[in-house]
């Protein structure tokens, strides 16, 4: 293929970074990553059909220090994704589509994602304490 | 003048052959994984702690079993949707068909052996 020397379009590099082209990259990233946690959801249901045995081995690996560290990093995956995904399903309903609505909306996702993680880790430890 | 037959527009499909079908479903998908996620959630985050006689027993409950029946089928649809948008903006080429391939059929078996290891604990 021959390389055509017609300028290209500006690319991401021109522009300063705005809360809404890295939320929007960000639910990408977190999509990619939910999915992986999909396949260790299906790992986990497959040690409990598997026995005792397998089920402690699953187990021990998700509490081991490296296995806690993707439940986390999933949780907060999950919150995000999913109140960003509330936030594109208002957008196809035609609703919050300005330019300062469209950004608070994200500062309101990101707190959600924050304080959700917070929330049920918090809970967790204390559960597992008390 | 209009190149399109009568029939294709009729259909209105576009050139892509499916309209909206792979965007309604996303957004069907999404839609029923929001209720389904949060009770994962809130279901580990109440018994975060399950050793392997009390989750058996937990998947054995009804609720249990049909809520994550019906998560682990919408939520492979929702990653075959969303991985397959994402590996056409960045694969090209025959690599491009073989990771669709690849993806459609690792969802595939996902959710089945999924299904069956939950049929399996809960009989």
């Not at chain 1, 970074?17 to 946690?37: C, D, E, K, N, Q």
């Not at chain 1, 005792?52 to 995956?77: E, K, N, R, V």
């Not at chain 2, 809520?67 to 649809?77: E, G, K, N, Q, T």
């Amino acid at each position: 293929m021959s390389v055509s020397q017609r300028p290209l379009s500006p690319h991401l590099q021109v522009y300063s970074w705005h809360l809404t082209m890295a939320l929007s990259i960000l639910h990408r990233m977190t999509g990619v990553f939910l999915s992986f946690g999909a396949v260790a959801l299906v790992i986990v249901l497959v040690s409990m059909a598997s026995g005792a045995d397998a089920y402690s081995c699953i187990h021990d690996a998700l509490t081991h220090p490296i296995g806690l560290l993707f439940l986390f990093a999933w949780t907060f995956a999950l919150y995000f994704h999913m109140a960003n995904g509330v936030r594109h399903l208002v957008w196809d309903a035609g609703l919050g589509l300005g330019k300062k609505v469209a950004s608070s909306s994200g500062w309101y996702v990101l707190a959600f994602a924050v304080l959700a993680t917070a929330a049920s880790w918090l809970s967790m430890v204390m559960g597992v304490l008390v | 003048m209009s190149l399109r037959t009568p029939l294709s527009a009729a259909k209105g499909l576009g050139s892509a052959r499916e309209g909206a079908h792979h965007w309604w479903m996303q957004r069907l998908t999404s839609l029923a994984l929001l209720p389904l996620t949060l009770w994962l959630a809130i279901s580990i985050v109440m018994f975060p702690e399950m050793d392997y006689a009390s989750a058996v027993a937990w998947m054995q409950t009804p609720v249990a079993a049909i809520a994550m029946s019906l998560l682990v089928i919408s939520l492979f649809y929702h990653v075959q949707l969303g991985l397959q948008v994402i590996i056409e903006d960045y694969v090209g080429g025959a690599l491009k068909i073989a990771s669709l391939i690849a993806l459609n059929f690792t969802c595939i078996v996902m959710v089945f052996v999924g299904l069956y290891s939950i049929i399996k604990v809960s009989f």
